[in-house]
């Protein structure tokens, strides 16, 4: 069985509430902040540091809007977001081929 390189994963991508708001982001289009934050079961603080982190890397970006007095973030993956899930998951997916095989 040939080695398994672990060291080709995005950390930025690998961590569950990151990888959790980028499948959201790409299987349901734009969320807001409260549809993602109920999705993922998350609270405020945790989902803000990963949203950050997702959007310093250009995975994702922020639009920021009023709806009456209160403001509303909705997210959208990138290219890029697309392209690094994609990576990922094909990652895992050859992971998940060598266990089988083995």
Partial sequence: MPPIDFNGLDTVVHGPVRLGVLTALRTGGPLDFTTLKKRLEVGDGVLGL????????????????????RPKSTYRITASG?????????????????????
Avoid: N, P, W
């Fill in 50 to 69: 990963h949203l950050r982190k997702l959007e310093e890397s250009v995975y994702l970006t922020c639009k920021k809007t009023f709806v009456g007095r």
């Fill in 82 to 102: 697309r392209k690094a899930l994609a990576s990922y998951l094909s990652a895992m997916q050859a992971l998940i081929d060598a266990v089988e095989a083995g």
